[in-house]
């Protein structure tokens, strides 16, 4: 995941078994490893559930199939992490994968909220663009997108140009959580409005799954604000303080992090595959 060693040299690296590990950084390698151990499993989950079509089906649920499998490489990457404390022979495929939280784990949520946006808000649209070829050239181009920013970030970080790799984290980040809000407001107006024919009427069932779908992003547009403000936040300042601090990074990765579980649990509590969530 994107942590406050990815902003500094990569000779840190070889020198990280030498140097005292403070709180933060102590803090920030539980995390990793909390995640990898909960997150791997979670997420291989989620996989496995779609893909044998216990939910809605591929079809239906195809962007998050793909954010699962995100998902997963990022808890391999936390992994990889820890690993590259003691050994700088990771360091190269770690460079790589942070790519996939920069941009794939953000850019997959992005298609997830316009997807929910068009079903709300433009329903006719929405059933235009159902069919699963379409999803399938979405999620192609986001993968590619997703390669190119694996690339730009090894090929940035091994040059320890720290700045331009702020500048770029900040850039998507700013940009992905713009589209992913207005998405979610537009979404929670939406059905906050009463549709044709509901006034007047009492239409208990209807007005149950509107409810539902509006606990739902609302849970998700905080889960967004957790997400990316604070980190947003940590690479505006070291931007402009033209510094890398530790201390702030390390709680803004945090939260950065341990978000990543929201999406998953969401799913599991909407398919009744979430233990403590569902009725005996």
């Not at 090894?154 to 790799?165: E, Q």
Request: hydrophobic fraction near 50%.
């Amino acid at each position: 995941m994107i942590n406050s060693v990815n902003f500094t040299a990569p000779e840190a690296f070889t020198n990280s078994t030498t140097q005292t590990i403070g709180l933060p950084e102590s803090l920030e390698i539980c995390v990793y490893f909390i995640y990898f151990l909960f997150g791997l499993p979670l997420h291989s989950y989620v996989l496995w559930l779609i893909i044998t079509g216990t939910g809605s089906g591929v079809a239906s649920e195809f962007f998050n199939l793909n954010l699962s499998v995100c998902e997963i490489a990022n808890s391999l990457n936390c992994f990889f992490f820890v690993l590259s404390i003691w050994f700088s022979s990771h360091l190269t495929l770690k460079l790589f994968l942070i790519g996939l939280s920069v941009t794939g784990r953000p850019l997959f949520q992005c298609l997830i909220c316009v997807e929910r946006y068009l079903a709300v808000v433009h329903p006719v649209t929405f059933l235009k663009f159902k069919p699963l070829r379409y999803r399938v050239i979405c999620c192609t181009v986001a993968w590619i997108m997703t390669l190119g920013s694996c690339l730009c970030c090894m090929l940035i970080l091994v040059s320890v140009n720290i700045i331009a790799h702020t500048r770029f984290v900040l850039l998507q980040f700013i940009f992905f959580l713009s589209i992913q809000l207005f998405c979610c407001f537009a979404v929670l107006r939406a059905l906050k409005q009463s549709g044709p024919g509901e006034r007047g009427r009492e239409k208990g069932e209807e007005n149950h799954m509107k409810r539902r779908a509006f606990y739902l992003i609302l849970i998700t547009t905080v889960n967004m604000v957790i997400l990316y403000v604070p980190i947003t936040i940590s690479a505006l300042f070291n931007n402009l303080a033209k510094l890398n601090f530790q201390k702030v990074w390390s709680p803004s990765v945090i939260c950065y992090v341990l978000a990543g579980f929201v999406q998953p649990v969401l799913y599991l509590h909407r398919n009744g595959k979430l233990l403590c969530f569902c009725s005996p």
